[in-house]
């Protein structure tokens, strides 16, 4: 990012780029989902960037890549540090979004939430410097089917709550 005297940003220049697919995979099989930097131990200076992406077909499984960054916040390496499958397509989101910090955590993991519209489920995934891994996962509560009914009688009782994008509270 080029910034002016005033700090608007003026241009932007590609300086570095990464496969987040591993080798052999077809990227036209493949959207692109979500890019993310880690929040901790200093937000200012993110460690690793995350970046997933999705099947375009339900037989196609998505993927979660981590590279490391530099102080300046450039790749390290275009070979990431992890990719891992996700456990479908991930629907129409693999979305992932980085815990918040906490300084009283263990300052060697860190902690994701990956979001599958597919599924309709939120996984917990960990990240220790070297791989990703589920710690968790949620089917999400459709409300049409609390109290033993399916709502309005509009919703069928099959319905999957679709995640679409993670939020941590």
């Known amino acids: 990012i080029i910034r002016d005297g005033s700090g608007n940003t003026t241009e932007l220049r590609l300086i570095g780029s990464a496969s987040i697919l591993p080798p052999g995979k077809n990227r036209k099989d493949f959207w692109a989902d979500e890019v993310r930097l880690s929040t901790g131990p200093d937000a200012e200076q993110p460690k690793y960037m995350y970046a997933s992406t999705r099947g375009l077909t339900k037989e196609t499984k998505g993927y979660v890549a981590v590279f490391e960054l530099d ?99």
């Open 71 to 169: 102080p300046t916040g450039k790749l390290l390496s275009e070979k990431a540090l992890d990719i891992w499958q996700t456990p479908t397509s991930g629907g129409i989101a693999n979305a992932i979004e980085p815990a918040p910090w906490a300084a009283e955590s263990d300052q060697h993991v860190q902690y994701l939430a990956l979001t599958d519209s597919e599924e309709g489920t939120v996984s917990i995934l960990s990240f220790d410097g070297k791989a990703i891994e589920q710690v968790c996962v949620m089917a999400l509560p459709n409300p049409s089917q609390q109290n033993g009914h399916a709502g309005n009688g509009n919703v069928e009782a099959s319905h999957i709550m679709e995640a679409a994008t993670a939020v941590w509270l």
